[in-house]
């Protein structure tokens, strides 16, 4: 071995050894999405079947003066969940009858005091209306958890968490800006209880997903808006033509005019209602998910408007007692438009526990009507 030290080779200015060669990169092919599976809804019910327990429960009322009506309610929705499938699965409704007394009981003693109150003073109706309005978010939600807690599919419960604060924004305090905004901000509001609905419900643990913004409903609602202003505008111009081509001197106008504005004003809301239903309620269910599934609606408002004003002439014509005929079409049109795209199995949900819901709230924003709705 030569004892001169050893130099490393000299490189020239700008020269740089090049680097070693890296491995060709590792194309990675993004897997698509397992495609959803559609489980449709289906009602197995029958105007036959149904009639037979309406029949009964209307008698039974009216012979118990009313207390038989808490049975009724558990046989109805015990008839109809159960004649509900989803993936040939049918709901269960497991309510009992005696809180559902209790709770309208409770309910009829408030609704009776208000209307007496109208009687002995006015401000004390006003006060009391007022107390109601304080309650109505609270109504709401103990409204919703009872109906959720006693609903289960797969031997799961449904379950309603509670969130008292946002009811009362969501519920009560939004109508400030409603009121001073004069109605234009009605669905954003609609939109903000339509969320806290959707996104309080769970189930197996599971919570719901809403996805539709606020930008969302504001067609739906502009377009009806639109609509029954020009069809207001139309049908009064006809109507007051008419007025002055048949109208005397001297004469009073025809009341048969008078009741066709009326008749035109309602028959307009009826149409555009039947419209607006159905496009909520697939803006609604087609944007509500939970975990890996979603919803699909597809109401249509000319079948919906058909179903609405066929049921109505037939339980009119019937004298009230279509009226099971006429659920069950409903129901299993609303049944057949809906659907639940699955992203994986329905059966994979966890268990969550639940506690007892008083039924008083829930009779109490029934028979005050509370709108939860639309």
Known sequence: MSGRMQHPPIVSAGA??????????????????????????????????????????????????????????????????????????????LARPLPILAGRIVAVVLFVGYVLAGQLSLWLQIALAL???????????????????????RGLRFRFVPDYGQAYVRYLWLGIPLVLTLGLLYPYVKARQKAFLVEQHRYGGQPFGFE???GQFYPPYLIAWAVMTVWIFVGTGLLTTAVIAL???????????????????????????AFLAAALGNLVYNHTTIGPHRFESRL???????FYASNTVAVLASAGLLIPWAKIRLARYRAERLAVMAGGSLAAFGVEPGEDVDAT??????????????
């Open 16 to 93: 740089w050894p090049e680097p070693p060669a890296l491995p060709e990169p590792i194309a990675v092919v993004p897997t698509a999405a397992p495609p959803r599976v559609p489980h449709r809804f289906a009602f197995d019910g029958t105007a036959g079947e149904y009639f037979r327990i309406w029949i009964v429960n209307l008698a039974l009322s009216l012979v118990t003066f009313g207390i038989y009506s808490a049975w009724a309610k558990v046989r109805t929705q015990r008839y109809f969940y159960g004649n509900t499938r989803l993936d040939d699965v049918p709901f269960e409704y």
């Open 131 to 153: 107390l109601i309005a304080l309650a109505t978010p609270w109504l709401l939600v103990r409204g919703a958890a009872f109906r959720a807690r006693y609903t289960s599919w």
């Open 212 to 214: 539709a913004t606020a």
């Open 247 to 273: 109208h005397r001197p001297g004469a009073e106008p025809p009341a048969l005019l008078v009741f066709g504005w009326m008749a035109l004003f309602y028959g307009g809301y009826f149409v555009i209602w």
């Open 300 to 306: 249509q408002g000319g079948r919906l408007l058909w």
């Open 361 to 374: 709230a829930a009779e109490i924003d029934s028979l005050f009507d509370i709108d939860i709705g639309l």
